[in-house]
């Protein structure tokens, strides 16, 4: 597999983007979104929200590190992990949204004053497949090469 280098609006991070992963307007300034569109059908949307606390210029104050500490006790059955650089919290929660069963799993990584809360969505149906497997390993890897530029 060959990885891209995707650099955010702003250029402030970047990461490499899975091949046949393509970004598609969410809407969002702050969101990033893709999918895998070399495969024949949706395998889940992978979203990057990126914030910035504004006015940290204390090198000892590490914002994303409370942060992600807050969401490993905020969030049931979240594990706090090293991917790439960072700490992160890692867990999923299921959803209804409208008739479709989804499961959402969170990654929430970053340091000092950056955030990156990314999500992977598939339906609920899909989470035992083969694919699903893949499909997170991908967005794993996507997620721990992120580099604060």
């Not at 706090?80 to 209804?96: P, R, S, T, V, W």
């Not at 340091?111 to 999500?119: E, G, K, P, R």
């Not at 899909?126 to 991908?138: F, H, Y």
Request: aromatic share 14%; net charge negative.
């Amino acid at each position: 597999m060959t990885d891209n280098n995707y650099v955010s609006r702003g250029g402030w991070f970047s990461f490499r983007l899975a091949d046949g992963w393509t970004e598609y307007d969410d809407e969002d300034d702050s969101t990033h979104a893709f999918w895998n569109e070399a495969e024949a059908s949706w395998t889940g949307n992978f979203r990057i929200t990126a914030f910035q606390w504004p006015n940290v210029t204390d090198s000892d104050v590490d914002k994303a590190g409370e942060y992600i500490s807050n969401e490993v006790l905020e969030n049931t059955g979240a594990q706090k992990i090293i991917l790439g650089e960072y700490d992160c919290a890692h867990y999923k929660k299921e959803f209804q949204q409208e008739e479709d069963q989804q499961v959402v799993y969170y990654w929430v990584t970053g340091a000092q004053n950056d955030i990156f809360i990314c999500t992977f969505a598939i339906d609920k149906e899909q989470e035992a497949l083969p694919i699903n497997k893949r499909e997170l390993m991908a967005v794993q890897n996507m997620i721990a090469s992120i580099k604060i530029i």
